[in-house]
């Protein structure tokens, strides 16, 4: 599954890219996560539950930020196990780029599932990822936007 996407916030580059190192930030942001720590600059661990279709999950999984260019872009991936439920792994490249005093987000997201989630079929997962990549984004951009306002 690939999912590729753009987000317009209206807040400076260098407070976007904090932003997106902020754990804090990021747990606010990811539906369902439950917890998420920073192992290292470039290591975290988080706790996500979902659901798709009739199947609910928590994950546990370690996340790497790589191919780190601050503040203009960088690589996350990923891996969660869901117990009987499957697994999840992917990642994301993220690119920003400076548009005035806005900052535009691109990703490029790949995502693969294992298990009984696997079973769902491809269009229930391909949707409910695309919802929840869209959640995260503007939930993101909310945040981030209201805190470069203050």
């Known amino acids: 599954m ?3 996407g753009e987000e317009r916030i209206t807040a400076p580059r260098d407070v976007v890219w904090a932003a997106l190192n902020d754990p804090e930030v990021l747990k606010q942001c990811i539906p369902g996560c439950q917890s998420l720590e920073m192992k290292s600059p470039t290591e975290l661990t988080a ?3 979902v659901k798709i279709g009739p199947v609910s999950a928590t994950f546990n999984g370690e996340v790497l930020l790589s191919n780190i260019k601050a ?3 960088y690589t996350i991936s990923g891996e969660g196990k869901g ?3 499957g697994f999840a ?6 690119v920003l780029k400076d548009d005035g005093g806005e900052t535009v987000l691109q990703y490029e997201a790949k995502a693969q599932v294992g298990g009984k989630i696997a079973q769902l079929g491809a269009r ?13 984004f503007s939930s993101f951009n909310a945040a981030v936007s209201a805190k470069a306002a203050e």
């Not at 792994?89 to 993220?94: E, P, R, S, T």
């Not at 229930?124 to 995260?136: V, Y």
């Open 2 to 4: 690939d999912l590729t």
């Open 47 to 49: 706790v996500v539950k």
């Open 71 to 73: 503040p203009q872009s």
């Open 83 to 85: 117990g009987i439920a």
């Open 124 to 136: 229930l997962i391909d949707s409910t990822s695309t919802k929840l990549a869209q959640q995260f």
């Open 89 to 94: 792994k992917g990642g994301a490249d993220v």
